[in-house]
């Protein structure tokens, strides 16, 4: 009962501000020194209008504290205008303000401008010099920057490829707790690339990235335990973790869980089906909470 596994995940996106702007109370004294100039306490107000959905606000407040050279209100600025949320798409200023955060060592504008170098939004696509800034915020120890910059190791986009270095970067971000670098980890000792092969490290990562739901490592930790590889055999853990799968994972390769599930769920009792199954609704369930 032999089963095949799956690739790696992509590059680590960047999130927008979303949902219905609420009624904003701002304190008194945090307005009065906002209103002073204070460019810590306009970057406070800012938040509090995002927080509040209010964009609009939350722009106007993130301009003053950017214009002051406040790394974090330009980022944030810089992420408004990408997103066109409480001003103008405009990514050209998107980026402009994110590169002004990003050159004071600001790491989360360093993985950003990285993101837009490497998209070609706001700017000419340059995926060497996205590496660059993923590079400077993943030696600030920036998890997504860490995946980012690995991936492109891995891929030899950007920088030479080079799966050591790819997977000394996705164990920095995996051993944050980032899921994506943990499955990627996990396949680097799953195929022995760039790290001898072991099934065993292989089954910790993808349990790992499992737990957090991370489909394709469900998918291939159940084959792990059907197949016997880093792991004793074990066909209700397998039917359970390939279960799990077919129920998240989406698009082509949901019929090939489903597969591979439905090959497993032949060679158990009907008590061990039936433990299994409840357990992965169990599982599915406390997800949904």
Do not use: C
């Amino acid at each position: 009962m032999l089963f095949k596994r799956v690739f790696s995940v992509s590059t680590f996106l960047a999130l927008a501000l979303s949902g219905v702007a609420q009624t904003v109370k701002i304190d008194a004294t945090l307005l009065a020194r906002a209103n002073a100039g204070d460019a810590a306490s306009q970057f406070a107000v800012a938040q509090v209008y995002e927080k509040g959905n209010d964009a609009a606000n939350a722009a106007r407040w993130y301009q003053k504290a950017a214009d002051d050279g406040y790394a974090e209100a330009q980022y944030q600025l810089g992420l408004l205008y990408s997103n066109g949320q409480g001003v103008e798409q405009d990514q050209q200023k998107a980026a402009l303000w994110i590169r002004s955060a990003a050159e004071q060592n600001y790491a989360p504008a360093e993985l950003q401008l990285g993101l837009l170098y490497d998209h070609g939004n706001g700017m000419p696509q340059d995926v060497a010099r996205a590496a660059e800034w993923y590079r400077r915020a993943a030696l600030q120890n920036n998890a997504e920057a860490q995946f980012n910059l690995a991936t492109l190791y891995e891929r030899g986009q950007g920088v030479p490829q080079d799966y050591a270095q790819a997977a000394d970067l996705y164990r920095r971000a995996a051993d944050q707790g980032l899921a994506s670098a943990q499955f990627n980890l996990g396949l680097l000792y799953d195929n022995g690339q760039g790290i001898g092969r072991d099934y065993a490290q292989a089954a910790q990562w993808y349990l790992k990235a499992a737990e957090q739901g991370v489909p394709r490592a469900q998918y291939n930790l159940g084959t792990l335990y059907a197949n016997g590889q880093g792991v004793p055999v074990n066909l209700v853990e397998a039917y359970f973790w390939l279960d799990v799968a077919a129920s998240t994972w989406g698009g082509a390769h949901q019929q090939e869980a489903v597969q591979a599930r439905n090959t497993v769920a032949a060679h158990l009792s009907a008590d061990d089906l039936a433990k299994a199954q409840d357990r992965a609704a169990k599982w599915l369930a406390n997800r949904q909470k």
